[in-house]
């Protein structure tokens, strides 16, 4: 999957659908590796299932 | 003045505890205003001279909060401290600190209703043990008989 | 709020269309505060707490959400507000009547209605019919409802009078004194207008005083409303004709600007038939004018009322009423045509007035001059008409005579025109109405308007007043001179989805009436009115159809001015590059399962609603207590695979691979809630803890915390009646007993799936999903969709737990990052700020902005005081208060401040820094000032808002914590932000298939690699393997990936390398490879250590005595070679967790029991009549290779439990082959022979205690990495820039390790992406002159910040340390100082105090 | 005793004739009676001047820290345990030292003969076997030596060096049944305004002279907290406050590495018993993490260190 080798330029912007934690984080890592990233989340607020968890395992620390 | 109120300085780490203040003011959970909150990236951060400092300027009180064992956001801090809090309560109440001034707690960001319980239990537990009597070398500002006094006289001074 | 729509074109090139949700409060604005959702009458289910609780329509998901704005949920205009002409916000004022808010009520009737107790009384009430309500049982009584609250205000000493606006001087004449005219003048008014009323009869109120008989509308209910337009300063004047007295022209000379033409329809329209002219014939107004004024005419006994309208009904009460005995109704069409309210035509049945249907008068019978009798003709209903009601028809011969007194015509009104005298240019329409624009209702005169019954011909008085109003806007515009039309051509349409299933039927309130004989000879009024109770429990029916209200009260709560009340959607084109699917799942709702009874047993609830019960932030704040009687619960059951594995209810064949962990952590989370003598079980069939640390997990769950655990799928759940809610249990122990135990509560383990929006958006955008609805994919390309650019991760790419979802995310962020490598930066802005002014040498210049937060400080704090004690401290130059601080314009300010005062330190007393320091930082270095010369005083979370019942010492505290922060912000230091320079080169630690995929991924995003491999070739374990367990071919895969990595122009592959040395840290890494000749020193940015695990050899089970036990590995190279010993095997034994799940291994290699079950299926395809057993602990075919396990069971596969306490025996005797086993069922040892037996060995690490110390990282006790965080950083190390995947991660199928190789590939990417990386300034420093070298900082801090350098002593590297403060605190030569937080700056809050 | 003179003196002969070490550090007879000096020998034909005595109770670990030489010296059981922290505390390599193990049999607190002699000057004391002969002016007194032993060495419990190149002796029996800490929990038996008058009463003397923290050899900090200056936020003067702190925070920073070996209270000038504050830290890390001071190289100073399982019942 070479990036270069198609012909029409390629655009250094990414659209993430769905704002729970692998959403996050891929948002994340993508604006630091130095593309524009567009979240788009349908509740008023990020943070998906994991933010209605009290505690997670393994580690049992907090999912806020 | 009227009653005496208890002056209680609380050291509260800025990830959980801080957090878990800051909820309960969203929450609007309320609790006694006896308390003074001093931020610090984490409960590592406390050297017990902060404590003893606290002390020394005639806090009835010195509460000491931080993120429970394994949520710390610097992966250890609290487990360090958790061990230096231990030693130095027991040496300061070995040498005749009340029980009642010194407290420590492990709150995480979202135990608001915990953070103004156990902030309750801080103040009646300080007024249970009554004013500064030890271990004072300067007296505090803080809403005392002589703090306008002070004030005037730092305003001329300007 | 927002969703996809579309995607088109191809992978680096696509057009999305995005629909962004109408939100109604502006982002920007909103302040968080909660003031709206204080105010807002609607509440719903919080779906946020699952349902537990409840939350307003003004919301927000949960406190600390981001971004804390909140959001209105809106459906639409609800189905009232939209049919009532007047568009009243009825939802809004039902919803304030529900909760008593009275006085609100009324304020929002009249935004829309100045006349409600006269509307309460004689509106038709459209909004009724239009009520969702009456699907359910009955509508809603609203217009009962507004009369209740319109009586409330008549009865108030104070009534409520809006103030006006801004004092006009033009004046405005209004014609006629109807419920038109009054409300154009009551706006107007209220504008600011001077407003004349002329009124051609003696009484005010047109129709409604001389219309509308007093039973149904008492005068003084007129008078009051009447008044409340005069207190606006409203000029009336009675007998006053336009036309005659004045006209037009004249009033147009005295100076008014405008005029409202209202003089409705007092004209009765003929009956067209002979004799119509007798005496004893009344048109109906003229009768009901007549009688209204005072004037009781008798009409004799019997009265005969032609019409079908209230018009008609109020002709044949009032007749009733002034004496006559017999008045009765003619009316052409039938009963369900009377265009009367209901109410009246029962109040009429009431009083025994007959009314005869399907009759039309055709003749009035005179004797003398005077009427004796009328001729009527039987009528039947044809075709419907132009007004859609059926036209009536005549019956032939059908007449017949009745003998009346009098008779009354009711069939219609006429405007009569007398005022329009020439000057006029305005015209009539055929049916004698004026002509006027339908939105603007202006005239072909331009300052002449009109409405009410003169514009629509005979209408309802809503009507009428609706059109006052708009008369009103259009006049206001008019005489400013601004468009009429604009914005004004809004189309209502009602909400449609609104559900109107599961609430239950309550009975609408029924009016008090006066009993039928108190009406007779009086002109009471009829009906009472509702009680307050009736109001309420009316109220509460409401089904909240548009879910907000429109009752506005948000817009006056709302300080910052956020709410938007019409928002709209907006649909956005975007064009990126490629696209991520992250939508998540939903859990499964096991409604379905009638067994377990989970509608009806309130205490049997499922794991998210339990989850939500445990949290803090939860219904109950955490403390857990059962829905039925809030008991404390004391013994509590988890029941697993409720929607998963069970192929019968809900097709969910997968397992949903979480449920084991979180029903543990849940019980072991429960106990520490509730103490120690909360009793948990847990039934289940296998135990699936197959990830990092989780067998450790259900170790301790067992040992220490004393979770019960048995092995059995619970059937049904009964409650046990009088127990106030308990649950009884029955299951089947493994001896084969029918059991059955009470429990306070049961909770439903409930599986995950995909969301109904998610399958909706897959379709959408050409997705496709397999048949567990999950998004399909290759396990050598897990994060790609099936359509080229698009790529999917999370619960949506298959059931997986958080660490999971993460590292597939990060691998999904590596994968498009390749695709896009190209365009990388392209789009990125980089800020610019300005130079920062060096503040060395100045004294501190501090400026101090004191927040009043709307009223969230001020409301307790005396936030003047504060400022003007601000002023007192030392140092302070400059102190200001804000209404908002935060907000956008207050920034500006702040920054000229900043630079008119030369200020150098900022205080910003308001909320808490932990959400607002990095904006006012940001302010400030646009200001040129170093960020860190910066602090807050949290004087609304730690004070205003938890002192509220103290504000006095509140805001003692207040000045207190201002003192402290300007004594610590003295002392603050400009701190840099060291930068580094990045080696933009990758090293990865081993060539397996894990090494490979991230050399590719990151040479893919144009970084040049050095892959190091300890042995002679690539490929690692994957070598040695066959086939995935979707059969996908290893072997080839492995060969082309090895390939594309030897020929890989910007890899260098190094075999039989070792790294012999690694200095320097992230971005700046040297190492030297020892690979035989000379060590190559390279140097690379980032590290990333895949150097994978090998197969554990056993020495138990004859393993090396016997060459038929083999392992796994051993088995698949000889189902490769097709070796005749396996063809021929007529029983083949599979043996699992052999080292593994062991005290001095206890932890899970994850994959065996797949693997073993794929090459049973192997070697049942290969001969189908050998006998395969597979003996296990527990099968652990987790997420959807639980088909396989399907599969393997209906292939004959045998599956035989053991327990570690009897493991099987494996004995060669006179050379055969057996295995002895207890079997689980039958309870008795049983003898297998085998030609083969297979054991399915753990996974080992390849630890490497030197590898891990050249780079500082940690291993943990069974030799596996230590990954940074097991949930938030699967693949990074605590020491930055070195990341991790593969199996020295922990055992993991190929397909995961896949994924986290691709995820280490990205979030090495994250750091080669930056030529330079900035580090916080908030970074410990060491003085060398105090440092006595003691170690301890080096030895306690988690990132090894501090080294010795070379003079011996500490030194810390500013790139590493994160600002922990730790070794500051443990330092006892006090060497260290935190930067921001140093000992000088905290003793001085300590001694300010 | 005297035994380990000789074993001393042919040690350090052997050792700077051979180039070994640079130089032996040992004890010499002091100027005055029952104080023996430390002496630092760099030649072989010095090496007379060594001596072992029942007073050589200075804990010679603190002349190690920091220095670039090779260096012999004689060490007790507690100076022993203090290299150990030296070396743990990076503040010595291990081939930079060549310990001379000295089983000890306990150090005579000369205060207590003092006190016993009532005014009356000591000239000459002589040990012999476990009876001490002090002659004056006009008197001679044989005394049991065990009674006049130092408070530490009394209740001492590891009378063998944990670590030496070479023992001077074969080890002696360790004292296994003594109660180390029979006065703090006498303290602790106290309420606390009791112990607070206690401990005023105990540190009212105190001159703030630093002897204590120069005598001891875990304080090697360049700049020690009471001379901190920006802030100075413990005064210099005699103020109850100021000097408490000093002493809660000197206690503190020895917490876990003290090896109770009475320096402090022997250089002390007003003779406080400095070491009830120690005592109950050590108390408290043996109690609460089972940990004793420079016992093993390998461990780390319990405040260097932690477990996820650290008892905690004292937080909230």
Same mark, same amino acid.
């Given at each position: ?64 | ?158 | ?102 006085? *609100?009520?009324?304020? #929002? ?273 044809? *075709? ?148 307050? *109770? ?451 080169? $990758? ?122 036990? #083999?392992?796994?590995? *051993? ?88 327990? #570690? ?124 002159? #105090? ?27 500013? $790139? ?34 | /005793? ?104 306990? /150090? ?209």
């Amino acid at each position: 999957m070479n990036s270069s080798g198609s012909g029409n330029p390629m655009v250094g912007s990414v659209l993430v659908v769905g704002g729970g934690i692998a959403g996050m984080q891929s948002a994340l890592d993508l604006a630091e590796m130095g593309y524009y990233v567009y979240l788009v989340e349908k509740e008023p607020s990020i943070g998906g299932v994991m933010a209605q968890l009290d505690k997670t395992f393994p580690t049992n620390d907090c999912a806020m | 003045m009227n009653a005496w109120e208890p002056k209680i300085i609380a050291f509260l780490c800025n990830w959980c505890s801080y957090g878990a203040a800051d909820l309960a003011g969203v929450s609007r959970l309320q609790y006694p205003v006896n308390i003074r909150i001093i931020r610090v990236p984490c409960s590592g951060r406390i050297n017990p001279k902060f404590i003893l400092g606290a002390l020394r300027h005639g806090a009835d009180g010195v509460w000491v909060s931080g993120c429970h064992p394994g949520d710390c956001h610097y992966i250890e801090g609290n487990y360090y401290a958790r061990r230096k809090f231990a030693l130095l309560k027991s040496l300061l109440e070995h040498t005749g600190i009340e029980p009642g001034r010194l407290h420590f707690s492990w709150i995480s960001s979202a135990e608001a209703s915990k953070f103004a319980e156990t902030a309750r239990e801080v103040v009646e537990a300080v007024r249970a043990v009554g004013p500064a009597r030890h271990f004072i070398k300067t007296k505090p500002t803080w809403d005392d008989i002589e703090a306008p006094v002070q004030a005037a006289c730092q305003v001329e001074v300007g | 709020m927002s969703e996809v729509e579309e995607v088109s074109g191809q992978p680096g090139d696509f057009r999305v269309k995005v629909r962004r949700k109408a939100r109604y409060i502006d982002l920007e604005k909103c302040t968080g505060c909660g003031e709206c959702a204080r105010v807002c009458p609607v509440s719903l289910k919080n779906d946020y707490d699952m349902g537990l609780s409840e939350r307003r329509a003004a919301y927000r998901r949960y406190a600390q959400a981001v971004p804390g704005a909140f959001a209105i949920e809106k459906r639409g205009t609800s189905p009232c507000k939209a049919t009532c002409p007047a568009h009243i916000s009825v939802q809004g004022y039902v919803a304030l009547a529900a909760q008593g808010r009275w006085r *609100e009520a009324l304020e #929002l009737i009249k935004k829309d209605n100045p006349l409600p107790a006269i509307c309460g009384r004689v509106c038709h009430h459209p909004c009724e019919s239009a009520c969702m309500r009456g699907k359910v049982d009955e509508p809603v009584a609203i217009d009962f409802i507004k009369r209740y609250i319109a009586d409330l205000d008549l009865k108030a000493e104070t009534r409520f009078v809006p103030e006006i606006k801004q004092k006009r001087d033009e004046k405005i004449a209004v014609i006629g004194s109807g419920p038109a005219g009054l409300t154009c003048a009551y706006y107007l008014a209220v504008e600011g207008y001077r407003v004349t009323v002329f009124e051609k009869l003696p009484v005010l109120g047109g129709m409604l005083t001389v219309g509308i008989p007093s039973y149904r509308l008492p005068r003084d209910i007129i008078e009051a409303e009447i008044q409340v337009i005069r207190d606006l300063g409203v000029e009336f004047k009675t007998g006053v004709e336009i036309g005659k007295d004045f006209t037009i022209g004249q009033l147009r000379e005295q100076g008014y600007k405008a005029f409202f033409i209202g003089i409705g329809a007092h004209e009765c329209k003929k009956l067209g038939i002979e004799g119509e002219d007798l005496q004893g014939v009344y048109p109906g107004v003229q009768y009901l004018r007549e009688v209204n004024l005072g004037n009781r005419i008798f009409l004799g006994d019997r009265v005969a009322v032609v019409g079908g309208g209230n018009v008609a009904m109020d002709c044949v009460r009032t007749a009733l009423r002034t004496g006559s005995k017999k008045p009765f109704i003619v009316y052409r069409r039938s009963l369900a045509e009377m265009p009367a309210n209901e109410e009246e035509i029962e109040e009429c049945r009431e009083e025994g007035i007959e009314i005869l249907t399907l009759t039309n008068p055709v003749r009035v019978i005179g004797e003398n001059g005077r009427v004796k009798a009328i001729e009527c003709v039987k009528m039947e209903l044809g *075709e419907p008409d132009a007004s859609g009601r059926r036209r009536p028809v005549a019956v032939k011969g059908s007449n017949f005579v009745i003998e009346v007194d009098a008779v009354i015509a009711a069939i219609g009104q006429e405007t009569d025109w007398a005022c329009l005298t020439p000057e006029c240019a305005c015209s009539l329409s055929d049916w004698r109405t004026l002509k006027v624009d339908p939105v603007t209702l202006q005239s072909d005169d331009p300052d002449i308007f009109a409405g009410g019954d003169a514009v629509t011909g005979p209408a309802t008085v809503i009507e009428a007043i609706a059109a006052g109003k708009e008369a009103a806007v259009s006049i206001h515009r008019y005489v400013r001179g601004e468009d009429l039309r604009r914005g004004r051509e809004k189309r209502w349409e009602a909400v449609q989805n609104v559900p109107t299933e599961g609430y239950d039927r309550i009975p609408r309130e029924r009016m008090p009436r006066l009993r039928p004989e108190e009406r007779l000879g009086n002109f009471n009024e009829v009906q009472l009115g509702f009680t307050e *109770e009736q109001v309420r429990r009316e109220a509460q029916r409401c089904l909240d159809c548009g879910v907000c209200s429109e009752c506005y009260r948000c817009v006056e709560a709302c300080l910052a001015g956020a709410v938007v009340h019409d928002d709209a959607d907006q649909v956005q084109e975007l064009h990126v590059g490629a696209v991520i699917l992250a939508p998540g799942f939903q859990p499964f709702d096991p409604s379905v399962y009638d067994t377990y009874g989970y509608m009806r047993l309130a205490n049997v609830m499922t794991a998210m609603e339990f989850e939500r019960l445990l949290s803090a932030s939860g219904p109950t704040m955490g403390h857990v207590v059962r829905p039925s009687d809030h008991k404390e619960p004391k013994k509590i059951a988890w029941l697993q695979c409720v929607g998963s594995r069970d192929i019968h209810h809900c097709d969910h064949a997968y397992c949903s691979a979480v449920c084991c962990m979180y029903a543990i952590k849940e019980a072991v989370i429960a106990k520490e809630h509730a103490g120690r003598d909360l009793e948990t079980t847990i039934f289940f069939m296998d135990m699936r803890t197959h990830g990092k640390d989780f067998e450790n997990y259900y170790n301790r769950a067992q040992e220490e915390h004393g979770v019960r655990f048995i092995r059995s799928r619970v059937h049904s759940l009964e409650e046990v009646p009088g127990s106030g809610g308990d649950v009884e249990v029955h299951y089947v122990t493994e001896d084969g007993q029918v059991v059955s135990e009470v429990f306070d509560m049961v909770i439903l383990s409930v599986g995950l799936q995909t969301p109904d929006e998610a399958k909706k958006l897959a379709e959408r955008l050409q997705v496709k999903l397999n048949d567990d609805f999950f998004a399909d994919h290759s396990s050598f390309d897990p994060v790609a969709s099936s359509r080229p650019g698009v790529f999917v991760c999370g619960a949506f790419q298959g059931p997986k737990d958080i660490p999971q979802s993460v590292m597939e995310a990060s691998a999904a962020a590596a994968a498009a990052g390749s695709l896009l490598g190209a365009a990388r930066g392209t789009l990125v802005k980089e800020k610019e700020i300005p130079a920062q002014r060096n503040v060395y040498g100045e004294p501190p210049r501090i400026g101090v902005f004191v927040c009043h937060c709307g009223i969230n400080i001020s409301g307790v704090v005396d936030v003047r005081a504060v400022a003007e004690y601000a002023k007192t401290l030392p140092y302070v130059e400059y102190v200001t208060d804000n209404l908002y601080t935060c907000s956008q314009d207050t920034q500006e300010v702040m920054k000229k401040v900043i630079r008119e005062h030369n200020l150098n330190r900022i205080v910003v007393a308001a909320c808490t820094p932990r959400t607002h320091e990095p904006l006012f930082q940001e302010t400030m270095a646009d200001a040129g000032l170093n960020k860190y010369l910066f602090e807050m005083a949290n004087i609304r979370n730690q004070d205003s808002w938890v002192h509220g019942m103290d504000p006095a010492m509140a805001t003692e505290k207040a000045k207190d914590l201002v003192r402290m922060t300007v004594a610590k912000v003295a002392l603050l230091e400009p701190l840099p932000e060291p930068e580094l320079s990045v080696i933009r080169r $990758a090293l990865v630690v081993g060539g397996g298939v894990s090494g490979m995929t991230a050399a590719l991924s990151l040479a893919a995003q144009g970084y040049p690699v050095d892959l190091v491999e300890s042995g002679p070739e690539l490929g690692g374990q994957a070598l040695k393997l066959n086939s995935t367990w979707r059969g996908e071919d290893i072997q080839g895969y492995v060969k082309e990936l090895s390939r594309r990595v030897s020929e890989h122009p910007q890899i260098r592959v190094h075999l039989n390398a070792r790294l012999t040395q690694v200095e320097g840290f992230v971005g700046n890494f040297k190492s030297v490879i020892q690979n035989g000749g000379d060590p190559i020193t390279v140097e690379h940015g980032i590290a990333v250590i895949a150097t994978g695990g090998r197969e554990y050899k056993p020495d138990e089970y004859l393993y090396g005595q016997d060459p038929r036990v #083999l392992t796994h590995l *051993e088995l698949d190279e000889k189902l490769r070679a097709d070796d005749p010993a396996i063809r021929q095997a007529r029983s083949v034994v599979f043996i699992q967790c052999v080292g593994s799940r062991e005290p001095q291994r206890p932890y899970c290699s994850r994959v065996c029991c797949t693997h073993t079950i794929h090459s049973a299926l192997e070697i049942k395809r290969r001969n189908p009549d050998a006998d395969v057993y597979v003996l296990y602990r527990d099968i652990r075919t987790y997420g959807e290779r639980e088909r396989i396990y399907q599969e393997a069971r209906r292939a004959g596969v045998l599956f035989i439990r053991y327990s #570690l306490e009897d493991k099987p025996v494996v004995a060669a005797t006179d050379g055969a082959l057996t295995v002895t086993v207890t079997d689980h069922i039958l309870r008795r040892p049983v003898r297998l022979p085998a030609d083969v037996v297979t054991l399915a060995t753990a996974i080992l690490p390849n630890a490497d205690e030197a590898l891990a110390q050249l780079f500082k990282v940690p291993l943990n006790e069974e030799s596996f990495f230590v990954e940074a965080h097991a949930k938030l950083r699967p693949v990074d190390f605590a020491t930055d820039g070195v990341f991790l995947c593969g199996l020295a991660h922990y055992p993991k199928p190929l397909d995961e390790s896949i994924a986290q190789a691709q995820a280490a590939a990205a979030r090495a990417a994250t750091i080669l992406a930056r030529d330079r990386i900035r580090f916080p300034g908030t970074v410990a420093r060491t003085n060398p002159f #105090l440092c006595s070298a003691c170690g301890t900082c080096v030895a306690i801090c988690p990132y090894s910040a501090p080294r010795f350098n070379e003079r011996g002593v500490a030194e810390i590297n500013p $790139a590493l340390c994160k600002g922990c403060g730790l070794c500051v605190a443990s330092c006892r030569s006090g060497a260290i100082q935190l930067q921001g937080f140093d000992d000088a700056q905290i003793f001085s809050m300590i001694d300010s105090l | /005793m005297h035994a380990y003179t000789e074993k001393i003196r042919e040690a350090a002969q052997r050792l700077l004739t051979e180039k070994k070490v640079d130089a032996v550090i040992g004890f010499r007879h002091g100027t005055v009676p029952m104080m023996s000096e430390p002496v630092c020998v760099r030649h072989a034909d010095q090496v007379h001047q060594l001596v072992w005595n029942g007073f050589c109770g200075i804990n010679l670990a603190n002349y190690l820290a920091k220095r670039k030489d090779r260096v012999a010296v004689t060490a007790k059981g507690c100076d022993s345990r203090n290299i150990v922290i030296h070396l743990q505390e990076n503040q010595i390599r291990r081939d930079q030292v060549y310990i001379l193990g000295a089983p000890c049999h306990g /150090m005579v607190d000369r205060r207590k003969v003092w006190e016993f002699l009532k005014g009356r000057e000591p000239l000459q004391v002589m040990e012999n076997g476990s009876s001490l002969k002090v002659s004056g002016k006009g008197f001679e007194e044989v005394l049991e030596r065990q009674a006049f032993l130092q408070d530490n060495c009394r209740i001492c419990t590891h009378r063998n060096p944990v670590i030496y190149d070479e023992l001077l002796g074969d080890p002696v029996p360790e004292q296994t049944d003594v109660d180390r800490y029979e006065d703090v929990r006498r303290v602790e038996a106290m309420d606390s305004e009791g112990r607070w008058r206690y401990f005023n009463d105990l540190i009212a003397s105190c001159i703030r002279c630093y002897a204590c923290r120069n005598a001891c050899p875990l304080c090697y900090c360049p700049t020690c907290f009471v001379d901190e200056s920006r802030p100075q936020w413990v005064g210099k003067t005699l103020d109850p406050t100021d000097t408490r702190t000093f002493h809660l925070l000197r206690a503190f920073h020895v917490a876990g590495r003290c090896t109770d070996c009475g320096s402090c209270e022997r250089a002390c000038p007003m003779s406080i018993p400095v070491r009830q504050f120690t005592k109950k830290l050590e108390k408290d890390v043996k109690e609460l993490y089972g940990y004793e001071a420079g016992v093993v190289v390998e461990g780390r100073p319990p405040l260097d260190t932690y477990r996820p399982d650290d008892p905690q019942d004292f937080i909230k």
